[in-house]
């Protein structure tokens, strides 16, 4: 059966910290690796990964994707309390001509002034 | 901006009744879908549609249904709404083909069923 892990479930750090976020998964037919965060409303879109190796960057956050061992990271340096939110890690992978993802259950971060 | 509008923010409803959750987006996207997320479960899938008049099921579609006969509007609707479907409901749209796009959510609707 197709699952994404993420770990940890849940983080507490204080400002300007550096927090690592996993995400392993055992899916057929990967297409891609997805990272969100989620306030207190819709998950909005942070990165998207097709590639091993390769380091998406935006800011504080960047990500990278190993296929061979089936896990991502996120990484977010210097944390802020803007920062607290929930991070979803979602696999795209095609069956049968169509294309659908799979969510881990996400990990809480709360980062404290 | 793409933009995913859903209905209402927050919906109470009896067990029983029958509970339409609308679901609007503005990108012309060929792809829409509706997912639940609970606390522990994260968010599951319970239909998509890659077309208009086209859907499937996803993990989870029982006790519920959907309707596009639009391409910009998908619905979801609960038959009979039970006490276990009270959750968290997120549309999201996307484009089509087997190559990646990211998904855009909606703002989610909190649905409890008493």
């Known amino acids: 059966e197709d699952k994404v892990v993420q770990s940890p479930l849940s983080l507490v750090v204080h400002e300007g910290d550096t927090v690592t976020l996993n995400c392993s998964y055992e899916v057929t037919n990967f297409r891609s690796l997805l990272w969100y965060k989620q306030e207190k409303k819709a998950p909005t879109f942070l990165f998207m990964l097709?590639?091993?190796?390769i380091e998406k960057k935006s800011g504080r956050l960047s990500s990278i994707l190993d296929k061979k061992e089936l896990f991502s990271i996120l990484n977010i340096t210097a944390t802020q309390t803007g920062d607290s939110a929930v991070y979803l890690c979602?696999?795209?992978?095609?069956?049968?001509?169509?294309?659908?993802?799979?969510f881990g259950t996400g990990t809480r971060l709360k980062v404290l002034a | 901006d793409v933009k995913v509008t859903q209905s209402s923010r927050y919906l109470v409803k009896r067990t029983g009744e029958k509970v339409f959750l609308e679901c609007v987006q503005d990108?012309?996207?060929?792809?829409m879908f509706w997912y639940r997320q609970d606390p522990g479960l994260g968010l599951r899938l319970i239909y998509f549609?890659?077309?208009?008049?086209?859907?499937e099921k996803g993990d989870i579609p029982e006790g519920y249904s959907v309707s596009r006969e639009k391409k910009e509007r998908f619905s979801l609707i609960l038959e009979s709404a039970s006490t276990n479907q009270t959750s968290m409901y997120l549309c999201?749209?996307?484009?089509?083909?087997?190559?990646?796009?990211?998904?855009?959510f909606g703002p989610g609707t909190r649905l409890t069923v008493t």
């Open positions: 990108m012309d996207h060929e792809n």
């Open positions: 097709t590639s091993s190796g």
């Open positions: 549609s890659y077309d208009v008049k086209m859907k």
């Open positions: 979602a696999v795209g992978r095609t069956t049968s001509g169509t294309y659908k993802y799979i």
């Open positions: 999201a749209s996307s484009f089509p083909g087997r190559t990646s796009y990211e998904q855009y």
